[in-house]
């Protein structure tokens, strides 16, 4: 798939995306994915950072609340559009942007810090996006990124369910099959009938890596791995949300922190 067109996909998912998640339907990110991944964040007080793919700009809104001086970019203009009200609506500070994460338009050496929150791998050229966050770091700035976990996001996937409904086991296959941009059409399963109504489904390209491939990006850019998370609920966290319960079972995200040497 061109960059153009998953750009077109992103813009088009816009709207509908940015209505569910403000409205609580986002609940993977919003009771273990985005908390896990601020708990291995490093202080960012007054430090400089870019959030590459920052789409409505929630999590970038978290990471300025940590008192980083922070920059969003999104390929999508719409997004942008609606983290550009987010912000008129109440000023923190957050200067967002259209950019690309595979040409990244800032200088070398412009950032203290990056991050990226489940978007790297929606990135048609994950290799390029890494080397590009690795050139606007300074000497000792990191990276930290979530994506969904190779291991078991791939094109043979089914979630195994006792009686109770409660999951066991994940059955996953064709873990070694590239995939460049199938598109996968959804809607956030926790968001009842009645949110849905009138939406469009998402269509999100897949660009499905391995994780030797993912690992080997980091490493060729120049970066350092310095620490790694797969996050799963806690039981208060599956109490709260009980379909959550399946990430005790199998890890759906991984999180990455690489360092620039100095």
Same mark, same amino acid.
């Given at each position: 798939?061109?960059?153009?067109?998953? #750009?077109?996909?992103?813009?088009?998912?816009?709207?509908?995306?940015?209505? %569910? $998640?403000? #409205?609580?339907?986002?609940?993977?990110?919003?009771?273990?994915?985005?908390?896990?991944?601020? #708990?291995?964040?490093?202080?960012?007080?007054?430090?400089?950072?870019?959030?590459?793919?920052?789409?409505?700009? $929630?999590?970038? *809104? %978290?990471?300025?609340?940590?008192?980083? *001086?922070? =920059?969003? =970019?999104?390929?999508?203009?719409?997004?942008?559009?609606?983290?550009?009200? +987010?912000?008129?609506?109440?000023?923190?500070? =957050?200067?967002?942007?259209?950019?690309?994460?595979?040409?990244?338009?800032?200088?070398?050496?412009?950032?203290?810090?990056?991050?990226?929150?489940? $978007?790297?791998?929606?990135?048609?050229?994950?290799?390029? #996006?890494? +080397?590009? +966050?690795? *050139?606007?770091?300074?000497?000792?700035?990191?990276?930290?990124?979530?994506?969904?976990?190779?291991?078991?996001? @791939?094109?043979?996937?089914?979630?195994?369910?006792?009686?109770?409904?409660? @999951? /066991?086991?994940?059955?996953?296959?064709?873990? /070694?099959? *590239?995939?460049?941009?199938?598109?996968?059409?959804?809607? /956030?399963?926790?968001?009842?009938?009645?949110?849905?109504?009138? %939406?469009? %489904?998402?269509?999100?390209?897949?660009?499905?890596?391995?994780? +030797?491939?993912?690992?080997?990006?980091?490493?060729?850019?120049? /970066?350092?791995?310095?620490?790694?998370?797969?996050?799963?609920? $806690?039981?208060?966290?599956?109490?709260?949300?009980?379909?959550?319960?399946?990430?005790?079972?199998?890890?759906?995200?991984?999180?990455?922190?690489?360092?620039?040497?100095?």
């Amino acid at each position: 798939m061109e960059r153009d067109e998953n #750009a077109r996909c992103w813009d088009g998912n816009a709207d509908a995306w940015t209505k %569910l $998640s403000r #409205a609580g339907y986002d609940v993977y990110r919003d009771f273990l994915n985005t908390p896990a991944f601020l #708990a291995m964040l490093p202080d960012v007080s007054g430090r400089r950072g870019i959030d590459i793919g920052c789409g409505e700009g $929630s999590n970038t *809104r %978290l990471v300025a609340g940590r008192g980083a *001086r922070v =920059i969003g =970019i999104d390929v999508s203009p719409r997004f942008v559009e609606h983290a550009l009200e +987010a912000e008129r609506r109440e000023p923190i500070g =957050i200067e967002y942007r259209v950019g690309d994460a595979i040409a990244l338009p800032f200088r070398d050496a412009a950032f203290e810090f990056a991050v990226a929150f489940m $978007s790297l791998m929606d990135v048609p050229d994950h290799a390029r #996006a890494i +080397a590009e +966050a690795f *050139r606007v770091l300074e000497p000792g700035g990191f990276l930290q990124f979530s994506i969904l976990h190779p291991c078991t996001n @791939t094109r043979h996937r089914r979630n195994l369910r006792d009686a109770t409904g409660k @999951t /066991f086991a994940l059955e996953v296959g064709r873990y /070694f099959e *590239r995939t460049d941009g199938h598109v996968d059409e959804w809607l /956030f399963s926790a968001a009842p009938a009645e949110a849905k109504q009138g %939406l469009p %489904l998402f269509r999100v390209p897949t660009f499905h890596r391995t994780v +030797a491939e993912w690992m080997n990006a980091i490493v060729a850019a120049g /970066f350092a791995i310095e620490r790694v998370e797969e996050p799963f609920a $806690s039981d208060d966290v599956v109490r709260r949300c009980p379909s959550l319960q399946d990430t005790q079972q199998a890890p759906y995200f991984l999180h990455v922190r690489c360092r620039k040497p100095r």
